[in-house]
């Protein structure tokens, strides 16, 4: 992790490099109007539209030396701005990972805490995300095909983006985005989004490779899937038989039980805020 840097100049793609030359692009982004999906004092998302076209924008304003030394001395890298994310979407379309496109991106300010940032990257739509998607199958379940469908697509996109050394740190099933006729999609094209926490190294380690299919875990544990289920999420994320998965993996399926409990538990403590 650098704290401290020398910022690079905006990238801006169509249509931003023309709208705002010779302007100063972060007074710029901070005109942007739109859906607003978060507005705090030091982060702001929203969806815009410029020249005819969808966008989503997020800006980062400086979290702060408190949470900076936080994170430090619970051994967490703290996250200073949009740069993470903009990363990681360069390294997840090197691996063939689909995600979003990012077409404008700036950061400046030497002092990490006030770190001034922005990332903007194209609307994937239409498209509805795995929650949203799976939250009425407990009660109503899909054709089983659409379900197993689904479950093998995840597991292979997982699998792809760990191997390409890439965490997400928020991998839960709203992070994930089907695309077109999703009711009736039998052949699922995913897109992974929201990835401003994620790490790159170059192998993940298995902690944290852990996190994220408990993260997976916990958020699919009320839509109704069975053992076979989760078997068959194992067997294409580990390209493993069932049987060897059930006689060699055994540790692996209890930790995932087990971090998967501990984050339904955080859960009915604090509500939605994991």
């Not at 007074?27 to 004092?41: H, P």
């Not at 979290?63 to 390294?91: C, S, Y």
């Amino acid at each position: 992790m650098t704290l401290f840097f020398h910022a690079p100049l905006p990238m801006l793609e169509e249509p931003f490099a023309t709208l705002w030359r010779g302007q100063d692009v972060f007074m710029a982004v901070e005109r942007l109007q739109g859906t607003e999906f978060r507005s705090l004092a030091n982060r702001r998302t929203l969806r815009t539209e410029v020249a005819g076209a969808a966008f989503f924008v997020k800006i980062h304003r400086g979290v702060g030396w408190w949470e900076i030394f936080k994170n430090l001395l619970t051994g967490k890298r703290p996250v200073l701005g949009a740069r993470d994310e903009w990363q990681a979407l360069k390294a997840l379309a090197a691996a063939g990972v689909p995600s979003m496109e990012a077409v404008a991106f700036g950061e400046r300010g030497a002092n990490p805490a006030r770190r001034h940032s922005f990332l903007i990257t194209r609307a994937l739509e239409p498209a509805v995300d795995l929650e949203a998607l799976t939250q009425h199958w407990a009660v109503s379940p899909p054709p089983p095909a659409q379900k197993r469908a689904l479950i093998t697509a995840l597991a292979r996109q997982v699998r792809t983006m760990h191997r390409a050394g890439i965490n997400h740190r928020d991998c839960y099933l709203c992070h994930f985005l089907l695309h077109g006729d999703a009711p009736k999609a039998v052949s699922p094209q995913l897109s992974v989004i929201d990835l401003h926490r994620a790490q790159i190294r170059p192998r993940v380690p298995r902690r944290w490779r852990d996190k994220d299919l408990a993260a997976l875990w916990f958020s699919a544990q009320e839509v109704g899937l069975t053992r076979r289920d989760l078997l068959r999420f194992l067997r294409d994320y580990l390209e493993r038989s069932p049987r060897a998965i059930l006689r060699e993996e055994a540790s692996l399926i209890a930790r995932l039980a087990r971090k998967a409990e501990k984050l339904a538990a955080r859960k009915r403590r604090y509500g939605d805020a994991l």
